[in-house]
């Protein structure tokens, strides 16, 4: 099964702008739509952006997402400490889900 | 209130079985997609299977492919995950989750934790 990249960590300063990239191939990424999820620590993961760049009702607007190609990325903009967990994006690979690696989001 | 309630984890050998359930509720169970995902100690998530909400067509990862069996009792609301032959490396927390209309796992379970040790 195919295989999505994602940066293992990434970091900024509260209000600052974070973004995080999945790169996958054109089995997954390439043909079908990106979802990522957000993970905070000890907790079930959470839908956080649904087909590319939709947010789910209650999801603030500091998140979106977007897709080009085989690539896909998350930023978080005005970057807040409850915004520290685990990302991942998940697509769609010729009938089979596939997540990305996982990206820590650690808040300075 | 939409809710998942995963149960059945526990310590097992390796090459025992076991069986998960999952409990759903505040939704119409029985017209959408299931599916279980696991996430090992540390690790990141990785999808385990789904089954259509006929149960007409089921998909499993490779690392379970011939060991692990989905399945649902659309009459009960809930889903199942039957394990079998169960190695050191499926020690994980399961996760069902419900797939939207739009491919997304958009409700979760609190998950069950698996350990497969002697």
């Known amino acids: 099964q195919s295989v999505m990249t994602q940066p293992p960590s990434a970091s900024a300063t509260p209000g600052q702008r974070v973004t995080i990239s999945c790169s996958g191939s054109?089995?997954?990424?390439?043909?079908?739509?990106v979802n990522w999820y957000q993970q905070l620590p000890g907790t079930a993961p959470k839908l956080l952006i649904y087909?590319?760049?939709q947010r789910p009702s209650g999801v603030p607007d500091r998140f979106s997402g977007s897709k080009s190609g085989t690539s896909a990325s998350l930023a978080i903009s005005g970057l807040q400490s409850e915004d520290e967990a685990d990302y991942y994006c998940?697509?769609?690979?010729?009938?089979?889900?596939?997540f990305g690696t996982g990206t820590k989001v650690t808040v300075l | 209130e939409v809710q998942l309630v995963e149960s059945g984890g526990g310590l097992v050998q390796p090459g025992g079985s076991l069986r998960l359930s999952c409990a759903a509720s505040?939704?119409?169970?029985?017209?959408?997609?299931m599916n279980w995902v696991r996430q090992a100690p540390g690790k990141g998530l990785e999808w385990v299977s789904y089954?259509?909400?006929?149960?007409?067509?089921?998909t499993y990862a490779d690392s379970v492919k011939g060991r692990f069996t989905i399945s649902r009792d659309n009459a009960k609301n809930a889903l199942y995950l039957q394990m079998n032959s169960l190695r050191a490396e499926d020690t994980a927390v399961y996760y069902c989750?419900?797939?939207?209309?739009?491919?997304?796992?958009?409700?979760w379970g609190q998950g069950t934790m698996v350990t497969v040790s002697s």
């Open positions: 989750a419900h797939l939207s209309k739009t491919l997304a796992f958009d409700i």
């Open positions: 087909s590319n760049n």
């Open positions: 054109s089995s997954n990424i390439g043909s079908n739509t």
């Open positions: 089954i259509w909400s006929s149960s007409s067509s089921v």
């Open positions: 505040g939704f119409t169970f029985s017209s959408y997609s």
């Open positions: 998940a697509a769609w690979d010729d009938s089979l889900f596939v």
